[in-house]
């Protein structure tokens, strides 16, 4: 079992609709962290939550909502869409804010019609 | 400008030979972190090895190594004797402020790495 757990590993959604991606880290960490992943892109930071409160909102689109009701749980509301939106989404959590690595989940594949 | 930058979309490696990836980056801060994550097809980028910017020494985990030039700004990963289970984008990264507990983490576009048998 990883440690960080994302569902669902794949979502299909029109633009719409309204759906959620979760995640829970079973590490102890006290940081979690959504990023988009984009073909061709460098992976974009939109999220990041500690000890349970957002710390850093990267200018993200108010259609993509996020929750964190407790330290090992995460989550990402979506709705209203754009096709552009379709991408890998991965999230993370890290021991502290801003300290050591990263650990990723496998990510949730979106794509959006 | 980009913090981080790959130069190489994909590379070929044949089996049990070594491979370099490149990675170059831009910072003004003294203080930093650099990392590379490998990420197979099944999505999860998975931690491989940390460099800080004080180390005197170049990191290395088993068969990874980090070849950290300072004055260039480089933080190559060597693949030593290559196996096909290591076909899979790779990504480095760069935490600014590493020792301040900021959290500026950036990401390369990565590169592409195939194993031939």
């Known amino acids: 079992e990883t440690g960080v757990t994302q569902t669902p590993r794949h979502l299909v959604m029109g633009m719409t609709n309204k759906k959620s991606l979760k995640c829970e880290q079973h590490l102890g960490h006290n940081a979690m962290y959504w990023y988009k992943q984009s073909a061709k892109k460098p992976l974009e930071l939109m999220f990041v939550y500690n000890f349970k409160e957002q710390t850093e909102n990267n200018s993200v689109p108010s259609r993509f909502s996020p929750e964190c009701p407790n330290s090992s749980h995460l989550f990402l509301h979506l709705h209203t869409l754009q096709p552009e939106d379709s991408a890998l989404y991965l999230c993370a959590s890290s021991r502290d804010y801003g300290g050591g690595e990263l650990f990723f989940g496998e990510g949730s594949r979106l794509t959006v019609l | 400008a980009q913090k981080i930058t790959q130069t190489q979309p994909g590379m070929f490696v044949q089996e049990k030979e070594a491979v370099t990836l490149d990675c170059t980056y831009d910072t003004s801060d003294p203080s930093y972190g650099l990392f590379w994550y490998k990420q197979p097809s099944s999505g999860e980028m998975i931690f491989l090895i940390y460099?800080?910017?004080?180390?005197?020494q170049n990191a290395t985990e088993g068969r990874y190594s980090l070849n950290f030039q300072k004055a260039r700004k480089s933080a190559n990963l060597v693949i030593s004797a290559s196996q096909l289970g290591d076909s899979a984008m790779y990504f480095c990264a760069m935490r600014e402020g590493w020792q301040t507990g900021a959290n500026n983490l950036f990401f390369g576009t990565g590169t592409r790495l195939t194993v031939i048998p």
């Open positions: 460099q800080g910017s004080y180390d005197q």
